[in-house]
């Protein structure tokens, strides 16, 4: 195979946006698309009249013209239809999240180890920015020591209530099963997973619907512990302007932190040392703690192109996954946890017990008064 093949399964807002992206993605040809909406198929066929056109997902994985597929569907589709395609033949990339519980994200990931042949890749394009691949290298590399606390803070996220109008799925615990958690915060939870690993309890305060006519979360104050003692604080909204994107990451040794302008760049305090050691070896009460500070800047932006890119190597062997799709079950748990905690009021635990966050999801769309408007 010298190219791939690609079907894209959903072709409403983000579906297209990735379409029109193909032409940068070498070895790709686009083949064919499966949707029920005509006009959001209309829309397709307008650039591209030669494309193969499937009412369902099935038809599309049977058809033979295609090798890989795109899923760009509402979430709670994502885990049936990668199971679709890889028990189809089909190498697989499936929009964030991956799933909106992590039994379902399980489920998907349990066929997915059956079929180690094909590629199976999730579209976090945020770990394609330099600025976070420099900053993982730096922390893999230990040179910020042990993490002990973090801040992130994921407000850039404004959406006004036409957003959420704009379809019926949204911000229902039905449609999508949570609010900015499951909408736009995989990308930044999948970060901190990334950089930062899985913490072993969550906490958190979590606001259905303060700041706009919905069911779900749009203001998330989060409180993780981690295995190591470290603890990090996560905030997120979909109702400040203008928002903030920042980042700081303490270790034993130094310091990152990071904003969104420049987003390319980041700054590192380097204490040269641990400060954990120092604290007790140091003889003086008043010491002077100088860091070494570098301003680093990474160049580059994510690209959803790069993920493509990516999968498409991968799958021809030039290349390994930047973002396995496996992986993304991790972001679905800590979502998973931070809706359970703040609507529980207590801690939870990690791993987390998949069948209850199940009962509670199932609770929330019974009691849905969303349903009925
Ligand atoms: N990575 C990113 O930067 C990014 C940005 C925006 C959205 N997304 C993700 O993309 C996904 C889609 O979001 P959107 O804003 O495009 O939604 P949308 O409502 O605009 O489009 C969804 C499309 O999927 C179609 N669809 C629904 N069920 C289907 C099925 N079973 N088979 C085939 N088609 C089906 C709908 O008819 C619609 O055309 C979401 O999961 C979202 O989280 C990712």
Same mark, same amino acid.
């Given at each position: 195979?010298? /190219?791939?093949?690609? +079907? ?27 949707? &029920? ?51 189809? +033949?089909?190498?697989?990339?499936? /929009? ?9 994200? &399980? ?7 059956r079929h180690p042949e094909l590629v199976f890749s999730a579209m976090f394009q945020m770990r394609t920015n330099p600025k976070w691949a420099k900053i993982k290298q730096i922390i893999d590399a230990g040179l910020l020591g042990e993490i002990r606390r973090f801040q992130w803070t994921a407000t850039k996220w404004y ?7 704009? @379809? ?5 615990? *039905? ?21 930062? @690993? ?13 700041? #706009?006519?919905? !069911?779900?979360?749009? !203001? ?17 909204? =979909? ?21 969104? /302008? ?37 160049? @580059? ?42 609507? /529980? +009021?207590? =801690? ?5 017990? #998949? ?15 969303? *349903? *009925?408007?």
């Open positions: 195979m010298n /190219e791939v093949r690609y +079907g894209v399964i959903g072709v409403g807002g983000m579906g297209r946006n990735h379409i029109n992206m193909f032409k940068e993605v070498k070895d790709l040809k686009f083949t064919a698309i499966a949707d &029920q909406v005509q006009d959001n198929i209309d829309q397709v066929l307008k650039d591209h009249p030669d494309v193969k056109v499937f009412k369902t997902a099935d038809e599309l994985v049977k058809s033979g013209e295609c090798d890989a597929i795109l899923i760009a569907t509402p979430h709670y589709f994502h885990p049936d239809l990668a199971i679709l395609g890889l028990e189809n +033949g089909m190498h697989v990339l499936v /929009e964030k999240p991956v799933a909106v519980t992590t039994k379902a994200a &399980q489920k998907m990931n349990e066929v997915a180890a959406r006004p209530q036409a957003y959420y109008a704009s @379809g019926g799925w949204r911000a229902t615990w *039905k449609g999508e099963g949570g609010g900015v958690l499951l909408n736009q915060c995989p990308h930044n939870i999948d970060l901190m997973y990334w950089l930062l @690993g899985s913490p072993s309890t969550v906490s958190a305060n979590l606001s259905l619907g303060k700041h #706009h006519d919905i !069911e779900v979360e749009d !203001e998330v104050i989060a409180t993780l512990t981690y295995p190591n003692g470290g603890v990090g604080v996560f905030i997120a909204s =979909t109702s400040e302007v203008p928002g903030t994107d920042a980042t700081e990451i303490v270790g034993d040794k130094g310091r990152i932190t990071t904003s969104a /302008e420049p987003g390319d760049q980041f700054v590192w305090d380097d204490f040269g040392k641990s400060i954990r050691t120092f604290t007790y070896e140091n003889k003086e009460a008043w010491p002077k703690l100088d860091t070494i500070k570098s301003v680093v800047t990474a160049g @580059g932006e994510a690209k959803h192109t790069t993920i493509h890119q990516n999968f498409v190597n991968t799958i021809l062997g030039k290349e390994e996954l930047i973002a396995p799709a496996t992986q993304g079950i991790a972001s679905v748990e800590i979502a998973n946890a931070m809706i359970m905690a703040g609507i /529980e +009021g207590k =801690t939870v635990s990690l791993p987390m017990d #998949h069948d209850a966050y199940e009962n509670l999801l199932a609770k929330l769309i019974a009691e849905s008064e969303a *349903k *009925k408007k």
